[in-house]
């Protein structure tokens, strides 16, 4: 029977899953072993059934991320954090650096909308739209919200990367990952 | 740039000579006479000692007792060491603060006050205590605290709180403290009636430096500092390195938290001190000597200033001194700058030398390289007593008392929940549960041997002794009854070595932070169990790479507390269940949010129907 595989994107910038699809035609290979359920590949917003596999790329920044972590959690057998944002937080952590400021959270808000040099903003309005979702008080990584079974390294990990990686996880065994793959400088 | 800072920094400057090793003392003079050492005035230093303004502006952020900006004529420093906490600083600080109308780490805007907390001062045996500049108020409750609030808004003059002098010296007046020594147990060898004065330098003056170096290495005695290394060694070494000048250091900078028996040596015992170094200086050929004074005991200044320039009418200091043709030494006091690494030796040597107070990296050694590249020896206050008391009595009455490897008495400083806390000085190898009995500590529950950096024991291990062959100390003995939280003292501890680290290593600098931020977690209940791991391992990261002792022993609060009070830990852990992490708590992460956004969740908010947590 194939195996079930459902993908996300949390605070990512879909870096991840463009780099999944650089396995190229192996994903015929792929298609043969594997049934996609929720992801954005097929654009599926809801779990069908019960996975095997989920993929989350990014961390969390928002309460949305979090809710959507936990369905993640509830509905696949493994989870597996791919990339820089999932593993450690990313590009989207550098905000937890502002932590300890007074008012971080405002101090963030007031920054990306108000402040910077760059930013164009006639009403001096933050955005709050009650359909925005909240934001968390900082950038929370995969494994600090719920139990991570594998993380893949990279930024984004490579199509190879994923290659060898779903390779493994389909025999349903840790990936040893060959040091090219995991060597970034 | 008023006419008055320039002449003010001249004046300083001048005082010392323009010696650029003198620079902690010209910054203290100009920081008292102008309340701060501004950017105009550092540019001003700079180019009267030839030196840049950024060296300036570094040993100025670094001590704590320099400012840049502006500060009160009156500083009020609350000690905030955590036997300080427990006895209720907190209520003190309230009623100063709402008294002088300034907050903690605020100065009036008539710029008569500034109030400020500080890590331990050396007075937890008459806990809480203050420092208001350089007068010490001890034993202070709300009601106290707002008299002297009062009395010191009608008259800026310190003195006039001392209303009740303290026992012995205190009360000499030079030193016109309301200080209580607390001696409880006198020994034989350090605060007993039967210290000869001088009897110590005499008999060493008759024997060869070599043979006095021999009888302190037969006495067996080690460093009273803490780290306990063996002081007859430490002398034959500075002994063999050749060099013209050589350095007599004396370690009285007391920062461990909960120590205070150095302050009672220097009240009590300065002459017994000075013997010491002047026997140490006759024994590896010393040229000179500095007693490091932690800047909090500078109410001792002019007493001690005074009992060294009776030694040297009495020719004990100076030239041919006792009588012995070409044995010349003289003794200087150098006040400190209100940091606590400066106790760590080659720290307290940077700090002489007029620099930040950062450790240095080893070999060389100060006893081959020391201050200002001389071979140097840097012990203990305590030490150097027992080096002179050893000289007079011998080698074999010494070493008869204590253990088979820590001979000799040590001085405790006991504080915290006890009948009876003070100074007792006990021979090594006595049991914790003695030393509990003789203070009076009811329902001892956790007791903290060494100091920040030291041990916790729980009931079970009072039966461990005190001696470099089980528990070292430097002298704290903190005693805390079953009311005490004990993650607040683990948390404490962390919160003074954050603030403590020179901040040259990484590890120091940063782990420390992280240990705490983990400790916190785990007191506000949403730690698992991998917490403790991350703990045990970041902690033994820490010991492992950082370049001085207090990165090598920060940890080992976190360590001895995870190993002696597993239970309290295990209590406040939670458990994840279905795959979530219960260290992560969503109504916690959405607080700020919800407040700034002015609205609640639509996903965690039942109030909206969506699903909930
Ligand atoms: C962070 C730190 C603080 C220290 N503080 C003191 C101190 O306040 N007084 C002291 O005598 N030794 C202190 N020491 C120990 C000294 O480095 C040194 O070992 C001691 O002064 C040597 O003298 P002794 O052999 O007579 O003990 C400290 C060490 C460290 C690492
Ligand atoms: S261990 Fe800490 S205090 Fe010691 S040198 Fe390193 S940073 Fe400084």
Redesign the pocket.
Known sequence: MKKRLATVSLAGCFGCHMSFLDIDERILDLMKLVQFDRSPLNDFKKFKKRCDIGLIEGGCCNEENVHTLREFRKNCDVLVAIGQCAIMGGLPVMRNAIMHAEDPLRECLDTAYLNSPTVFNASNDIPNDPALPLLLDKVYTCAEVVKVDYQIPGCPPSGDTFWLAMTFLLKGTAADLPYELIKYD | MGKDTVSVVRQACKKFDHEGSRILDILREVQKRLACVSGETMDLLAAELSTHRIEIEGLVSFYSFFSENRKGKIIIRLCDDIIDRFAGIERVAKVFSEELGIGIGETSSDWNFSLEFTPCIGMSDQAPAALINETVVTKLTPESAGVIARSLKKNLDTSALVKKKGDGNNADRLVNAMVENNIRKKGEVLLGDNVRAEAGLRKALKKKPEEVIQEVLDSGL????????S?GL?WSLARKAKDARRFVIC?A????PG?FK?RVLLTERADLIFEGMTIAAYAIGGTSGIVYLRAEYEYLLPYLERVLARRRKAGLLGKNIGGEKGFAFDIRIQLGGGA??C???SALISSCEGLRGEPKTRPPFPVERGFLGHPTI????E?FCCAARILDGGPRWFAAMGTAKSSGTKLLSVSGDCAKPGIYEVPFGIRVADVLDMAGADDPTIVQVGGA?GEMLNRGSFYRKICFEDLST?GSFMTFNSSRNMLKIVDYFLEFFIHESCGYCTPCRVGNVFLRERIQKIMEGYAVKADLDYLKDLSRTIMMTSR???GN?SPRPVLSSIDQFPVVYASLLGEGGEGLEAGFSIQKALEESRRIAKRSSMIYDPVYGGSSD
């Open positions: 080690r460093g009273r500092g803490g780290a306990g290394f002081t430490k370690n900078d007391e920062g461990e120590t150095d606590y690494i106790g760590e030796e840097v012990n203990n206050v030490t950096s430097g001085c002792g207090l022993t």
